[in-house]
T-cell receptor, first 113, second 113 residues
Framework: GAGVSQSPSNKVTEKGKDVELRCDPI?????LYWYRQRLGQGLEFLIY????????KSGLPSDRFSAERTGESVSTLTIQRTQQEDSAVYLC???????????FGPGTRLTVL | DQQVKQNSPSLSVQEGRISILNCDYT??????FLWYKKYPAEGPTFLIS?????DKNEDGRFTVFLNKSAKHLSLHIVPSQPGDSAVYFC????????????FGTGTRLQVTL
């Protein structure tokens, strides 16, 4: 399909391990966003990439979280030394430009034991 | 600091009746508001939006109303259908200064036969 894809769909890890979550945006979309949704909460903004501009990292909760994007393609969200409070669904979205409509992927459900 | 609030976690409506989902916000700098619909194990999908220069926007069975003085918006679905059963998220943005969407915690709508 032509939608936003994310992998893996589910990830179970042990506390203290590092995890990498992947997002493939819609082809041609210049803007890419990461959000997370913890149980019973709304979606929480993490980071935003727009073309070659410096990313907006204002939503990253700690320095254990980082994200990269190569050009206008794949993005990887990395969480180092995972904690139990990192357990959440991590959602990626892309838009054709800013501030265009955001199309969301199905999310990665991360469980930290 | 929950800037976008959806105070009703759930709502049950009979098929054919009107569903009214409410959302309140505290940030007066928000100038664009959106509603997203989310089915289980899927990402949110855009439903309808409204700019702060309007007080109403209609798209088929869906109408969004904005009351800026009360910092309140609502989504009306008429007539409600069983396929409308999902979680509905209200989101807001300050287009000029912020790239991110700020989401509410969602309202689970159940449309019964």
């Amino acid at each position: 399909g032509a939608g936003v894809s994310q992998s893996p769909s589910n990830k179970v890890t042990e506390k203290g391990k590092d995890v990498e979550l992947r997002c493939d945006p819609i082809s041609g979309h210049t803007a890419l966003y990461w959000y997370r949704q913890r149980l019973g909460q709304g979606l929480e903004f993490l980071i935003y990439f727009q073309g070659n501009s410096a990313p907006d990292k204002s939503g990253l909760p700690s320095d254990r979280f980082s994200a990269e994007r190569t050009g206008e393609s794949v993005s990887t969200l990395t969480i180092q030394r995972t904690q139990q409070e990192d357990s959440a669904v991590y959602l990626c979205a892309s838009s054709l430009d800013f501030p265009g409509e955001q199309f969301f992927g199905p999310g990665t459900r991360l469980t930290v034991l | 600091d929950q800037q976008v609030k959806q105070n009703s976690p759930s709502l049950s409506v009979q098929e054919g009746r009107i569903s009214i989902l409410n959302c309140d916000y505290t940030n007066s700098m928000f100038d664009y508001f959106l509603w997203y619909k989310k089915y289980p194990a899927e990402g949110p999908t855009f439903l309808i939006s409204i700019s702060s220069i309007k007080d109403k926007n209609e798209d088929g069975r869906f109408t969004v109303f904005l009351n800026k003085s009360a910092k309140h918006l609502s989504l009306h679905i008429v007539p409600s259908q069983p396929g409308d059963s999902a979680v509905y998220f209200c989101a807001a943005r300050n287009t000029g200064t912020a790239s991110k969407l700020t989401f509410g915690t969602g309202t689970r709508l159940q449309v019964t036969l």
